[in-house]
């Protein structure tokens, strides 16, 4: 297994037009050759070396913290997780509907994912900053998740993201990029149908460029918008709404443009780029979901709400603080209409043992109504529990997508 480290800030960089990407090709030209001059100068592997040994020490760092401040999370992972309150800002609500997943589990630890386009490569991989696998971007070029069904002019796009630089030297850049192209070409798309976010360190603002705009975009109280540490791992979203994008980094939203992408353009691929060999960012847990659910009607008209926006850890039954738009989203309902009692079933995928699964459904149907009842106010003498383990599937468990279809919580109105 092996561990990095490297404390830097980055900087997100929004372009769509062609001036923007003339910009980037001498940037990602100069980080090119200093990736190159660091390359020829150091021995891969003694870097390795070098940089688990410090690793090291810092996980033992955080578990002796972990031992005063919370003892039940010892030898799980050396990030402690942030609570639920601490999302209380938090409004990002993923997708209806889940048209792309990977969480690599289905993949051997080495090889590259079988459902990602690239002119570089890459492996997956295993970390201690985070539980499950995760691929690893190792050389410089285009990273792209094959779809088979459209974005809409709706969507989400989700992943975790630890970002690292192999050599701890070389300036770099990791480029987000949503397209409106060719699926058949996916490493090129339109111009100026094109919107990007780039990540770099030593850089501490976000600079968004448009036909008819170019400014620097900052937090509310003129600080930058995000900030990161490469021993940490962050959850990214992104969310599309026709021309508006937000973008969010773990609970703090930083970018929130009304009219953020091109009019009349189709947006159907998502792209990761990077320009040095030496930008190795691990990817996790991506997700792309369509459509923008409505709670209201789902529940209130049709009797029954389907929520794939309510997350678990792997065999947990904790309710994950990203799940805070959608809980939020569903108790304002709830309590606008107080006359209204709802069951709430838990499901899981296959994997794994049938009575395992059975239990860990209930605990998780359980763990969301406490949080209805202890963070949003809702009454709960009008929310009972129950778990279905994968007793009901509604795909083949089969591939990493489907299983995510499988894992759903439900609310049913009595």
Known sequence: MKKFILFSGFTFMLYCSAEAQSWIDRVGKSAENAAKRAVENRVERKTDETVN???DKVEESEKKKGKKSDSKNQGEQPIREPSLASYS???FVPGEKVIFFDDFSSESIGDFPLKWFTNGSGEVVTTNRGAGNFFKITKSGYYIPELHEKFTDNFTVEFDLIPLNSSMKTMYGIDFFVLSGDTNSPGYGSQPGKAGIRIRPDYETVMWNNWSEAREWQGENGDVAATFKSDQKYRVSFWVQKQRIRMYVNEQKILDLPRGLQANYTYNIFRIETFTDDATPYIGNFRIAAGAPDV???LMKEGKLVSYGIYFDVNKDVVKPESYGT???IAAVLNEVPSVKVKITGHTDSDGNDAAN??????????VKAELVKSFGVNGDRLTTDGAGESRP???NDSPANKALNRRVEFVKQ
């Open 53 to 55: 040994k410090t690793m």
């Open 89 to 91: 800002k938090f409004d």
């Open 296 to 298: 209201r009607n789902k």
């Open 327 to 329: 809980l939020k989203e």
């Open 358 to 367: 059975l239990d860990l459904s209930k605990r998780r149907a359980a763990s």
């Open 394 to 396: 509604v795909a083949l």
